[in-house]
């Protein structure tokens, strides 16, 4: 059996930065529990310990426009209906893997709402350099030429 919460009911204190002062809206976060597989002996039968998060990325107000188009384009390939999703099971303890659940998926948001890396600019090799391998270049040449049989006759 799993139950669906909305917002912070329950949900460990700490928020949850995405970049600069932009953190994870509690409001928009939808919390989601079932029970676990994985170590915890009988435990693991009564509690519904995995956490299942859900931030609807398409419908959010809370990022600025440039990084919510950003995010959708980088992250087409998880989203389902505009809706990211992250589990977490790893913890015996459903508190754990809540706090598990939203770093992650603030970490994830912080990589797809980066911005792009600036373009290489390529580098001119310097003409000394250039020359340099040239002459180093002729020089073992001739040294093979040198090595050649038809001298030592």
């Known amino acids: ?5 909305r917002g912070s009911g329950g949900r460990p204190p700490g928020k949850h930065v995405i970049r600069g002062s932009v953190c994870l809206p509690e409001a928009e976060l939808m919390w989601r529990f079932s029970r676990s597989s994985g170590p915890g002996g009988q435990h693991v039968n009564t509690s519904d ?28 390939g998880r989203l389902v ?29 912080a990589e797809a709402t980066a911005p792009p890396p600036k373009p290489r600019r390529p580098t001119k090799i310097p003409r000394g350099i ?18 050649s049989a038809r001298d030592w006759t």
Request: no cysteine; aromatic share 4%; hydrophobic share 40%.
């Open 1 to 5: 059996m799993s139950t669906d919460v």
């Open 49 to 76: 310990s995995q956490v299942e998060l859900r931030f609807d990325l398409a419908r959010t107000e809370a990022l600025p426009p440039v990084w919510k188009e950003r995010a959708l384009q980088r992250l087409g």
């Open 81 to 109: 209906g505009g809706v990211l999703v992250v589990r977490a099971s790893e913890h015996r303890s459903q508190w754990r893997n809540r706090e598990t659940a939203a770093v992650r998926m603030a970490a994830l948001l």
């Open 130 to 147: 250039n020359e340099r391998r040239l002459r180093e270049k002729k020089q073992r040449a001739e040294t093979k030429r040198g090595r």
